[in-house]
């Protein structure tokens, strides 16, 4: 009965079990993103940013994820009631589903006679899963903008449905650039066929995963590009009427989706889980990189313990520091004793140390530059992005086709001069029509229309 059991359940645990961190896990993940995000804003404007809840602040999301489900949920007299409460549930859940194509570490392991990837579903067509269910997640906006029965709240969710449709087409042709080179619509492929080619696509095509990043920044609301709900307003566009668990939400996908996009970029065009200058036996001592960090990370923790001056933010402090040391531990393993563990284990932290790094540019992007007005944004992604990165698209097949041997019709060129070609090309083209908008502006200001 028992191998019966083990028969029927194993091929569906592992992907449970994934599931069931990504559901448990990534609310907890979203709210210390928002921590850091606070921590780098306080760095940046020279203050300390949130301290008082825990050492350094490090329980203030845990006080907030409280504080929200307390608070009074109010719903609007006139609203509809059953879109305004499941709206942001269809946010929130495109965000979380997303995340099913993402394949983490390298491989497949066998888990009770089973093969296994680190991922909800090895989808053949994982990069068009993730951007179609990603993209439902307008539905939430939209709705939620419409069932609020409130003139701020429905142009803000016009506003962000007329961004997202303007910056998905210029994130499309980007990835398009990527999966030309792959070959594939497949996660695992996508970072296998780099691995096996020995560079990461940013190099091949830096152009494309510029593009992809500013897209990336406008599709998920991020400052400067936070037009649809512009916090810093009066008014919170398309969640003006949320309040309490369901502005929490709503927030919770707008986190989410942005750990989708550092993921997608981190996949296509930054090697995924593969270390840095993998297969170079010079820097193999990089391996040794992920247990030094969290050692340091626990040792700054112990370090400083006796400095606080509360029991309670001891205890915690210990708690993390004890916590770095056992990831420390476990990341060693594969180092030390266990090297079969090393593609899984590795190959999850350098997937999500690229996320953490992609994810620390957006925030330093909010901070760094003023919002667009909605005009400068619209011309931004219709005149420049859209046009330049179907371009990019074009150049980069050419160079493909040069790439070739003379046997199958190319001229047998490296991949740098096909880089060459492609990038200057683009550039060109961008310049091109970078001088057209100025003419614009000029002849509309000298008309003063």
Known sequence: MIDLLIRFFAPHLVPLIIVLVVVLVLPLLAGYVVLLERKVMADIQARLGPMRVGPHGLLQPIADAVKLLLKEDIIPENADRFLFWIAPLISVTAAMVAFAGLTFAPGKYEFFGHLNTVAVADLNIGILFIVAVSSMGIFG???????????????????????????????????????????????????????????????????????????????????????????????????????????????????????????????????????????????????LAPTVIFLGFAGYCLWRVPRQFEKIHKIVLSIFAGLCFVIAAALALPVTVQPAWKPVLHGVFWFLAKVVAYLYAFMWFRFTFPRYRFDQLMRLGWQWMIPVSIVHVMMLGLALVLQRPPQQGGLGWAWWQGMLVSTGGTLLVAAWLGALGERRTQRIAESGV
Not at 228 to 237: D, Q, T, W
């Open 141 to 287: 906006i939209v709705l939620g903008g419409w069932a609020s029965n409130s003139h701020y709240s429905l142009l803000g969710a016009l506003r962000s449905s007329a961004q997202m449709v303007s910056y998905e087409t210029a994130a499309g042709m980007a990835l398009i650039s990527g999966l030309l080179l792959a070959g594939s619509l497949s996660t695992r492929a996508i970072v296998e066929k780099q691995a096996a080619e020995g560079v990461w696509y940013v190099f091949f095509a830096p152009l494309a995963f510029f593009i992809y990043m500013v897209a990336s920044i406008a599709e998920t609301n991020r400052a400067p590009f936070d037009l649809p709900e512009a916090e810093s307003e009066l008014v919170a566009g398309y969640m003006t009427e949320f309040s309490g668990f369901r502005w929490a939400l709503y927030f919770l996908a707008e986190y989410c989706n942005m750990i989708v996009v550092a993921g997608i970029a981190t996949t296509v065009f930054l090697g995924g889980w593969l270390r840095p200058f993998e297969g170079t036996r010079e820097a193999d001592f990089l391996d």
